[in-house]
Nanobody, 125 residues
Framework: QVQLVESGGGSVQAGGSLRLSCAAYGYTYSLTCMGWFRQAPGKEREGVALLYTGVGTTNYLDSVKGRFTISQDNAKNTLYLQMNSLKPEDTAMYYC??????????????????WGQGTQVTVSS
């Protein structure tokens, strides 16, 4: 079992930056991938960034490429999402998720094994 706890959300003006953190607890050594997802009001949840924990390969949603960076600190069992040049359309609840199944570690797939409770990001114009 794995527990994920997000933090770092908040309100920022357009052009600003935020860094989200996701602390993982439990059998984290079993994880194949970890990622960040978001859901805006009235919209479907979407994958923002995915990291394959063993090799460090990353994948990003086209609209965040060049602005967001996903990274991990293995010593702290923590996943990060550095978000720069934020836009109002980035406003959403952001979730951390993880899976130990390689079949579920595909860009855009939402069927991961573990999810955090979410942290709100609000970007004003």
């Amino acid at each position: 079992q794995v527990q994920l706890v997000e933090s770092g959300g908040g309100s920022v003006q357009a052009g600003g930056s935020l860094r989200l953190s996701c602390a993982a607890y439990g059998y984290t050594y079993s994880l194949t991938c970890m990622g960040w997802f978001r859901q805006a009001p009235g919209k479907e949840r979407e994958g923002v960034a995915l990291l394959y924990t063993g090799v460090g390969t990353t994948n990003y949603l086209d609209s965040v490429k060049g602005r967001f960076t996903i990274s991990q600190d293995n010593a702290k069992n923590t996943l990060y999402l550095q978000m720069n040049s934020l836009k109002p359309e980035d406003t959403a609840m952001y979730y951390c998720a993880a899976s130990f199944l390689s079949s579920r570690c595909r860009p855009g797939n939402l069927d991961l094994n573990y999810w955090g409770q979410g942290t709100q990001v609000t970007v004003s114009s």
